[in-house]
């Protein structure tokens, strides 16, 4: 398994990208969370290597259509960083403030 902390950055505010993470997430059998913040999208997430590296894929290839994904950052963490009860599935937090 794989723990990673994922920013993606561009014009992600406001078009739908929160949703579009979740169903994508889902589809790769995902677990962890996203929230908007004033720097762009975060997305913890947890799952098998190949599952991780096709949804990171993902986010770029299939955004919404209003969106510009311009970077995607992808930063491991270590297992241990992992509450096993977040194993639960994937959820949209709310967004951070923007200030």
């Given at each position: 398994m794989r723990h990673?902390?994922?920013h993606v950055t561009g014009i992600v505010q406001g078009v739908g990208m929160r949703p579009f993470v979740y169903r994508e997430a889902m589809a790769h059998g995902?677990?962890?969370?996203?929230?908007n913040a004033?720097?762009?999208v975060h997305i913890e997430a947890h799952a098998l290597s190949e599952s991780l590296d096709e949804f990171v894929?993902?986010?770029?290839?299939?955004a919404p259509a209003a969106s510009r994904?311009?970077?995607?950052e992808v930063v491991d963490l270590a297992p241990g960083n992992w509450d096993a009860a977040n194993d639960q599935g994937f959820r949209i937090v709310a967004s951070q403030d923007q200030t």
């Open positions: 990673a902390h994922i995902i677990c962890g969370w996203v929230l004033g720097d762009g894929d993902a986010l770029s290839e299939h994904v311009e970077h995607v």
